[in-house]
């Protein structure tokens, strides 16, 4: 492999310079081979021992120094100056088929300097749920990071139980976030600060560069150009019914990808207070308030790059402010215009807002599943069939949406199905359905039951090609939610019990 690392060049300020711990018996478990082809690796790693070996750290490429780097950020609300990778290490960067400039990380592959007292490794679970959850959102085609491996220790780490150890390989197009403006701008580092924001306009918004060439025009421009990334990613979070758990500003990526899958979840009946995360025990990062806490993370970079929008403090927040109040427009409407698209219109207005709302209403009261319920009115233009449950709970609903969609003559007396078929085929209607509801998520308790079958499997010794042909099914699936596939209706299901009681946890 030929790495590279541009982060180099920023200086010792932004990292660490420091090697992965070396780990006892290293073993390959997963390795996304779609990825491998992308970054052009089929000629670079050639056996699974040799992939052992490298992305868990005992062997290090002649290409690669590997650095922990340096960021701060606030967590939840609370501002810490001081976090960082304390159990990463970036080996480098590589350059993929699209030409696209990408960092490749070890996770859990020991303590660096930021640790603070913690022990650098990963349990096997996180680190499956990692593979799990972000394969998930790519064929979702939600922004995301990537896993290439998931690579079994032969050691044990001790958080709650012992558990075995694994390191994860992730993928992304880089690993600066918010909180590493914060880190800078908390020291008053000014100098670094704008290095840091120079580098990242290169790497991830080149425009901006060519279009402004004095640093308040490029701050205001990047703060936009960031939000409007972070806009995409969370419409794209509530089309799908994903949590993330910790939208900490350290969890928050310039390049407006889903980073750090911690104790995220998926939302089963719809409701917009949901939480799982056992650590978010006032809700702050519910379901529902995530676009709440994207906008006040882009206040927090905002803050950031106060100096650099004007000298005169109060023009400089008056700038900010300005952008920010924009970003709360922007990401209003665009989260109505998903709603639309998930029910097959173009929205326009705010009789639109109302079927909309009261759709999500009715949902809400009845407990009805997210997922399950949008696939189902997406069925239901395509076929003209619907389930009763569904045609009972949505009764005074559904003839006022088909008036949207067209057919005009609907009432609640018409015989919906037959109107539907008549109709057929609403092809635009459908398109946007079909698009923007996909048939499939990795729900919470298929996740969790899979992830204990294999810690189970690597405990015991036991059934472990049960667990491994189990994990690559659901994986198969995953890999294509928008489609029926031979086992798609095997991870269709709600859970039973609703998910009451479900917890999720951070890794470390």
């Known amino acids: 492999m030929n790495f590279q690392n541009s982060y180099l060049s920023l200086g010792s300020s932004f990292y660490q310079q420091t090697l992965p711990i070396p780990v006892a018996a290293p073993h ?38 590997p650095i922990a780097l340096a960021y701060s950020g606030h967590q939840f609300g609370h501002f810490n100056p001081q976090l960082g990778d304390g159990r990463a290490h970036l080996l480098g960067e590589l350059i993929d088929q699209n030409s696209q400039r990408v960092d490749v990380q070890l996770k859990g592959s020991g303590p660096t300097r930021f640790s603070r007292q913690g022990d650098g490794r990963c349990a096997l679970k996180p680190a499956l749920r990692e593979f799990i959850m972000s394969e998930a959102m790519h064929a979702l085609n939600v922004p995301t990071s990537r896993c290439l491996a998931v690579v079994a220790t032969g050691e044990t780490v001790y958080r709650e139980t012992p558990q075995p150890g694994a390191i994860v390989t992730r993928v992304a197009s880089s690993h600066l976030r918010v909180g590493t403006f914060q880190h800078f701008a908390s020291r008053k580092d000014f100098d670094a600060l704008e290095a840091l924001l120079d580098f990242a306009i290169e790497r991830h918004y080149p425009d901006i560069a060519t279009l402004q060439t004095d640093r308040a025009g490029k701050a205001s421009a990047f703060i936009e150009a960031v939000g409007e990334r972070q806009i995409t990613l969370i419409c794209h979070w509530l089309r799908v019914g994903f949590i993330h758990g910790v939208m900490n500003t350290d969890n928050t990526a310039i390049s407006g990808e889903t980073i750090d899958f911690g104790p ?102 009845q407990e009805l599943d997210y997922t399950l319920t949008f696939a189902e009115l997406t069925q239901f233009i395509e076929t003209g069939e619907i389930s009763s449950q569904l045609a009972t709970s949505l009764k005074a609903w559904l003839p006022t949406w088909l008036q949207r969609l067209g057919i005009e003559e609907t009432t609640t007396d018409s015989d919906i199905s037959a109107l539907i078929k008549k109709h057929k085929p609403l092809t635009d209607a459908l398109a946007n359905m079909q698009n923007a509801n996909p048939l499939v998520i990795p729900r919470n308790h298929h996740v969790e039951r899979i992830l204990a079958l294999y810690q189970e499997a690597m405990l015991t010794g036991e059934k472990q090609e049960e667990a491994a042909d189990e994990l690559s099914q659901f994986l198969q699936v995953l890999r294509s939610p928008y489609a029926i596939t031979e086992h798609t209706t095997k991870y269709q299901d709600a859970a039973q019990d609703k998910d009451q009681g479900y917890r999720t946890f951070c890794g470390t």
């Open 264 to 365: 995220c979840a998926m939302m089963g009946d719809y409701h917009p207070g949901t939480v799982y995360s056992s650590i978010d025990s006032q809700g702050r990062y519910a379901f529902g308030n995530q676009i709440n806490i994207a906008i006040w993370n882009m206040a927090r970079l905002a803050e950031s790059l106060l100096p650099f929008l004007d000298d005169e403090q109060q023009t400089a927040i008056a700038k900010a402010e300005s952008v920010i109040k924009q970003l709360v427009a922007d990401i209003t409407l665009a989260y109505k215009s998903m709603l639309g698209n998930k029910l097959g219109f173009d929205f326009k207005d705010d009789n639109d807002w109302l079927l909309i709302e009261t759709l999500l209403n009715q949902m809400q009261a």
């Open 28 to 65: 390959l478990l997963l390795w996304n081979a779609s990825l491998a082809s992308l970054l052009q690796l089929e000629d670079s790693v050639i056996d699974e021992h040799q992939k052992a070996q490298i992305f868990s750290g005992n062997q290090v490429e002649e290409s690669s120094t």
